[in-house]
T-cell receptor
Framework: GQNIDQPTEMTATEGAIVQINCTYQ??????LFWYQQHAGEAPTFLSY??LDGLEEKGRFSSFLSRSKGYSYLLLKELQMKDSASYLC??????????WGAGTKLIIKP | IAGITQAPTSQILAAGRRMTLRCTQD?????MYWYRQDLGLGLRLIHY???????GKGEVPDGYSVSRANTDDFPLTLASAVPSQTSVYFC??????????????FGSGTRLTVV
């Protein structure tokens, strides 16, 4: 079966750096997405990786290793507004998105 | 309208009743999707449509039906609601049947409670 694994919850301190990991086992691979979802709101697109390596977007970076079935989302200079759930999703061979259950990130002052 | 509009925002529904959740997009995206999101389970695909006139079943299609008469609208119908259908429902859309790098755009969701 297809599976996406991410930690259920993480806690970090304002101003610090946090890394959220995602491992996947899917039928084929056509890209990996990270989404942010604040409580009670819709998911919003953060990043997309299809080739190995690091993609940087301001305070957020996303890394992919296809051979290891592994990605991480790196958040720097954490702000209180970064408290949210972070969803990892992989697009499989049929171009369907397979979603992880999400990682709830709690930021403490 | 900018993006995807879902209606209603929330609803309490008696078990056994029929209900249609509405979804409209103005981005001319080819593909549209219906997901349900339950605590601890993440997003699960109910039905999808890669283009107007076609639909397909996702991971959890039982008890739900969809139609795609045109590009913009993708309603989800619960024929006879049951309490296990209590969930938050998200409609989403994407370009090129989801092959682009921009991912999905989501509506704001419908919170449905079946009692």
């Amino acid at each position: 079966g297809q599976n996406i694994d991410q930690p259920t919850e993480m806690t970090a301190t304002e101003g610090a750096i946090v890394q959220i990991n995602c491992t996947y086992q899917t039928s084929g691979f056509n890209g990996l997405f990270w989404y942010q979802q604040h409580a009670g709101e819709a998911p919003t697109f953060l990043s997309y990786n299809v080739l190995d390596g690091l993609e940087e977007k301001g305070r957020f970076s996303s890394f992919l290793s296809r051979s290891k079935g592994y990605s991480y989302l790196l958040l720097k200079e954490l702000q209180m507004k970064d408290s949210a759930s972070y969803l990892c999703a992989v697009r499989d061979k049929d171009y369907q998105l397979i979603w992880g259950a999400g990682t709830k990130l709690i930021i403490k002052p | 309208i900018a993006g995807i509009t879902q209606a209603p925002t929330s609803q309490i529904l008696a078990a056994g009743r029929r209900m249609t959740l509405r979804c409209t997009q103005d981005m001319r995206h080819n593909a549209m999707y219906w997901y349900r999101q339950d605590l601890g389970l993440g997003l699960r695909l109910i039905h999808y449509s890669n283009t107007a006139g076609t639909t397909g079943k996702g991971e959890v299609p039982d008890g739900y039906s969809v139609s795609r008469a045109n590009t913009d609208d993708f309603p989800l119908t619960l024929a006879s609601a049951v309490p296990s259908q209590t969930s938050v429902y998200f409609c989403a859309s994407s370009d090129y049947s989801g092959q682009g790098a921009s991912g999905y755009t989501f509506g704001s969701g419908t919170r449905l409670t079946v009692v």
